[in-house]
């Protein structure tokens, strides 16, 4: 677990402002995936990518922006948030053929 | 699209009893993953179940995949204050990488 980092751990914003999440893996895993938890929900995918450069959508990702320039880093980006992007954001990283390692969250609230 | 069924979502269990959590594909899986995740804490990935009617075993928690590849289950037995948490399943199709979750089982632990 200590391979994969997500900063901040905690954000509050504002309605209309643009956040960006962080996160970062040492162990040069080709696949990476946010996912956001809601009560009710469980965790939802909202992008993904196989590999520098190549990034796609997930269930959720309207709203929402990501970019993978590097192979460790996978940030993602709420273009203007919103009260209802409100919610729990997990980064993870998958080893080929293997179950995903997750990063410890970033808890962000829209106010 | 693909859909991952968990029964039951909530479960007290009395400490020292045994219990078992389900978990239903609506289509044949590649694998099927297990996870858990403490209160306040990330999924953790727990096992990975590949062939057809496969059990595997980790201390008190017995893991076992259909036959047909679309459900699986998880039994714990004499179960600890430990166990508390939310436990998800998670199943691959074939051709993707993407995991598709269930909305997990949150177990609270009755001392």
């Known amino acids: 677990d200590a391979g994969i980092t997500q900063s901040p751990r905690y954000k509050i914003t504002e309605t209309g402002r643009q956040v960006t999440l962080m996160c970062h893996q040492t162990?040069?895993?080709?696949?990476m995936f946010w996912y956001r938890q809601d009560l009710g929900h469980g965790l939802r995918l909202i992008y993904y990518?196989?590999?520098?450069?190549?990034?796609d959508k997930g269930e959720v990702p309207d709203g929402y922006v990501v970019s993978r320039s590097k192979t460790e880093n996978f940030p993602l980006t709420l273009e203007s948030a919103t009260r209802s992007q409100t919610s729990v954001y997990f980064c993870a990283s998958m080893r080929d053929d293997y179950g995903y390692t997750f990063g410890s969250g970033t808890r962000l609230t829209v106010v | 699209g693909q859909q991952v069924m968990q029964i039951p979502q909530y479960q007290h269990v009395q400490e020292g009893e045994d219990f078992t959590t389900y978990c239903n594909s609506s289509t044949t899986l590649s694998n099927i993953q297990w996870y858990k995740q403490r209160p306040g804490g990330h999924p953790v990935f727990l096992i990975q179940?590949?062939?057809?009617?496969e059990v595997k075993k980790q201390k008190r928690l017995t893991f076992q995949f259909g036959e047909a590849k679309k459900n699986s289950s998880l039994h714990i037995t004499a179960t600890q204050t430990t166990d508390v948490g939310t436990y998800f399943c998670a199943g691959l199709n074939y051709g993707n990488n993407r995991l598709a979750f269930g909305k997990g089982n949150q177990v609270v632990v009755i001392p």
């Open positions: 990518s196989a590999a520098a450069d190549i990034t």
């Open positions: 162990w040069s895993h080709s696949y």
């Open positions: 179940l590949v062939k057809s009617g």
